[in-house]
């Protein structure tokens, strides 16, 4: 499976945006892009997929290179919930595999009030 | 509609005791997971399940057993509980290939394990 590099750790303000980065420079055709993040003491959640386009939902936009070879996950309005650790994977289309989710360390953002 | 939801949430074991955790969902899904985290690290694949009586073997399997004899549970054990299997377990679930929504993982809030 392709690897993704994100920084260890953000900051930012409650109630501005939030752009997290994620390098996948040996990213597939077919691989997805996910993000996941992972509130304290809970399971990871959910937040976002693509595979080239931009996306939008209503916890984030996924922004993604012309290259495909990085990603921004951006909060719109950070709030003090959004403090997590947020993981960028890369996934297979994965008719007929395990498709489980491979996990890095992600980056973790610290939002301050 | 619980979701996935896992038993116990907390267990403190001494080595060498053995003991099961339970994940159910109600979401119909065919693909189960169970994961670990050790401390400042992202989640490793324990063993799988792609539908009900399948399981197969993760990137960590050694020292725990599953089971998927109903469709909305999958059980892990620990034969012989050690030290090195403390940590935080989490189950997953999601739908077959090709199916609406078949891309989310679902995760249960986790077992946190001691072993002493």
């Known amino acids: 499976d392709a690897k993704t590099t994100q920084p260890n750790s953000m900051e930012s303000n409650e109630e501005e945006p939030v752009h997290l980065p994620c390098n996948h420079s040996?990213?597939?055709?077919?691989?997805?892009i996910h993000w996941y993040r992972q509130l304290p003491s809970q399971g990871p959640e959910y937040v976002i997929h693509g595979l080239t386009s931009n996306v939008n939902n209503r916890m984030a936009s996924l922004a993604i290179a012309e290259d495909r070879k990085s990603s921004t996950l951006i909060l719109h309005r950070a709030t003090l919930r959004d403090a997590a650790v947020y993981y960028c994977?890369?996934?297979?289309?994965?008719?007929?595999?395990?498709?489980?989710?491979?996990f890095g360390k992600g980056t973790k953002l610290s939002v301050k009030p | 509609n619980a979701g996935v939801t896992q038993t116990p949430k907390f267990r403190v074991l001494k080595t060498g005791q053995s003991m099961t955790l339970l994940c159910a969902q109600d979401m119909n899904h065919e693909y189960m997971y169970w994961y670990r985290q050790d401390p400042g690290m992202g989640l490793r694949l324990i063993h799988y399940s792609v539908g009900e009586g399948t399981t197969a073997k993760g990137e960590v399997p050694d020292g725990y057993n599953v089971s998927r004899l109903k469709k909305q549970n999958f059980l892990l054990g620990l034969e012989s509980a050690a030290p090195s299997q403390t940590s935080v377990y989490f189950c997953?679930?999601?739908?077959?290939?090709?199916?609406?929504?078949?891309?989310?993982?679902?995760f249960g809030p986790g077992t946190r394990l001691t072993v002493l």
């Open positions: 994977i890369l996934r297979e289309n994965y008719g007929g595999s395990q498709g489980n989710l491979i």
């Open positions: 997953a679930s999601q739908d077959s290939p090709g199916l609406a929504g078949s891309d989310t993982q679902y």
């Open positions: 040996t990213i597939s055709g077919t691989d997805y």
